[in-house]
């Protein structure tokens, strides 16, 4: 993971809905897909803080135009609430064309429904 | 052997491959596409279910449809093919989008959830537009 506070280009933020918190220590990981391969390359393994966020998800460098998946490991986090859930995972698969602007992703969670949308 | 004969022969190899109107009457497992973007249902929506196959890991297509001018696909699944597992239901929400002659930042949607009591109904609703998403277990 790179660590370099002023170029956030891809950021994200857990929030469960259920309980009205931050989803906190959620893993997560970042994924681009290799176009000629089509197959998935992992780029970042991480962890969301106290606030549900997880700074220095990529570099600018590094954020080049493509299709990126963000996987979440909900089931794992309601299970440590001592939670049962509807979703084993949750994938969110989306498309960057202009990797100079800010993509801010955030995922609302309830142990039934989720949502998201593209912020900035 | 000819395309014809092995088409033929596919068909019977692959009895779970089936599309949505033949599957089922009742399907356990229901689903409602909503364009939230502009306030009518998702209409002719190209979907997929698929289960997950526990020893292997690997996905099992079961179904493939389309949703109708309300935004439905009735016959997803029939109560004994509904057997506890994991599922998952994409939706090619990026080709729906083109087709409108719109961009979106999604180029699909894929939900995966987990069956543990079958005996019940599911419905698994998405409300989508050009760049957010939401989906929910209804009844």
Redo the contacts between chains.
């Keep these: 993971m790179s660590f370099k506070p002023q170029e956030n280009p891809l950021t994200t933020h857990v929030l469960n809905t259920s309980d009205g918190v931050p989803g906190a220590r959620m893993a997560l990981s970042l994924h681009r897909l290799d176009s000629k391969l089509v197959i998935w390359n992992l780029v970042t393994v991480g962890t969301t803080d106290e606030d549900g966020r997880c700074p220095g998800l990529i570099a600018s460098e590094a954020f080049t135009p493509g299709?990126y998946k963000m996987r979440f490991e909900t089931?794992q986090y309601w299970e440590s609430l001592g939670h049962t859930?509807?979703?084993?995972?949750?994938?969110?698969?989306?498309?960057i064309k202009d990797p100079s602007q800010r993509f801010h992703l955030p995922l609302?969670l309830s142990p039934?429904?989720?949502?998201?949308?593209?912020g900035s | 052997m000819s395309t014809r004969r092995l088409q033929h022969i596919k068909g019977h190899l692959l009895v779970e491959d089936k599309s949505a109107e033949m599957a089922a009457p009742n399907s356990p497992l229901t689903t409602h596409v909503l364009n939230t973007g502009i306030g009518v249902p998702g209409a002719r929506v190209a979907l997929s279910l698929h289960r997950m196959d526990s020893s292997t890991s690997l996905w099992n297509l079961l179904t493939t449809g389309t949703t109708n001018d309300d935004g439905r696909c009735p016959g997803l699944i029939s109560r004994e093919q509904f057997t506890p597992a994991v599922y998952k239901l994409r939706f090619e929400t990026g080709k729906y989008w083109e087709s409108l002659g719109e961009t979106s930042f999604y180029p699909y949607v894929e939900i995966v959830f987990t069956i543990t009591d079958h005996s019940q109904n599911f419905h698994i609703p998405l409300l989508c537009s050009r760049f957010s998403y939401s989906t929910y277990r209804g009844s």
């Design positions: 299709m089931g859930s509807f979703y084993p995972y949750v994938e969110i698969v989306f498309t609302l039934f429904s989720y949502s998201t949308y593209r």
